[in-house]
């Protein structure tokens, strides 16, 4: 459950960085306003780190999960479906953008250039922020440690009262 939370929270903050700050840089650049080689470099460094870790914990928080409802160590039903589905939909759409960000250079011009980066930014944010509510779903999917069960063995025979 806690990787699931830092991937969501990780997920989350790659999405607003990509929709912000990161889309910034490749609009000032379409609209022809001056980029310096340092903001660039610094936004592509910057970039390059943190989908790599968001992307790392994401898929290590989505393989637990898939391990637990394999095990059935999470409530199951709709929410654990629903929420793989959107996870999926989240990496496919991930996937798209990087294949759009890969073919930035093949743009003829600056603006071309730009608005290709926009395009591919503005995608591989949406597939963060669809990854961030899949791991959201996936936390409140999770039950406690002890798996289906424990709660009734603790208690034993009598549901929580002394049978004396």
Same mark, same amino acid.
């Given at each position: 459950?806690? #990787?699931?939370? +830092?991937?969501?929270?990780?997920?989350?903050?790659?999405?607003? %960085?990509?929709?912000?700050?990161?889309?910034?840089? *490749?609009? $000032? *650049?379409?609209?022809?306003? #001056?980029?310096?080689? $340092?903001?660039?470099?610094?936004?592509?460094? +910057?970039?390059? =780190?943190?989908?790599?870790?968001?992307?790392?914990?994401?898929?290590?928080?989505? /393989? +637990?999960?898939?391990?637990?409802?394999?095990?059935?160590?999470?409530?199951?039903?709709?929410? $654990?479906?629903?929420?793989?589905? =959107? #996870? /999926?939909?989240?990496?496919?759409?991930?996937?798209?953008?990087?294949? +759009?960000?890969? @073919?930035? &250079?093949? @743009? $003829?011009?600056?603006?071309?250039?730009?608005?290709?980066?926009? &395009?591919?930014? =503005?995608?591989?944010? #949406?597939? *963060?922020?669809? =990854?961030?509510? @899949?791991?959201?779903?996936?936390?409140?999917?999770?039950?406690?440690?002890?798996? @289906?069960?424990?709660?009734?063995?603790?208690?034993?025979?009598?549901?929580?009262?002394? &049978? %004396?």
């Amino acid at each position: 459950m806690v #990787a699931l939370i +830092l991937a969501a929270l990780l997920c989350l903050a790659y999405a607003v %960085w990509a929709f912000t700050a990161r889309r910034g840089v *490749f609009a $000032d *650049f379409a609209d022809g306003n #001056a980029v310096s080689a $340092d903001d660039a470099k610094s936004s592509d460094t +910057l970039d390059t =780190i943190f989908l790599i870790v968001a992307g790392v914990v994401a898929l290590v928080a989505l /393989g +637990l999960w898939i391990a637990r409802v394999a095990k059935k160590q999470t409530k199951g039903g709709a929410p $654990d479906i629903i929420g793989l589905a =959107i #996870a /999926g939909l989240g990496l496919v759409t991930v996937l798209v953008g990087l294949y +759009l960000a890969s @073919a930035i &250079t093949d @743009a $003829d011009g600056q603006s071309a250039q730009g608005d290709k980066g926009i &395009t591919a930014t =503005i995608v591989i944010g #949406a597939g *963060f922020a669809l =990854i961030a509510i @899949a791991c959201a779903v996936g936390a409140s999917t999770a039950k406690g440690r002890g798996g @289906a069960g424990t709660e009734d063995r603790r208690r034993g025979p009598g549901g929580g009262y002394q &049978t %004396w």
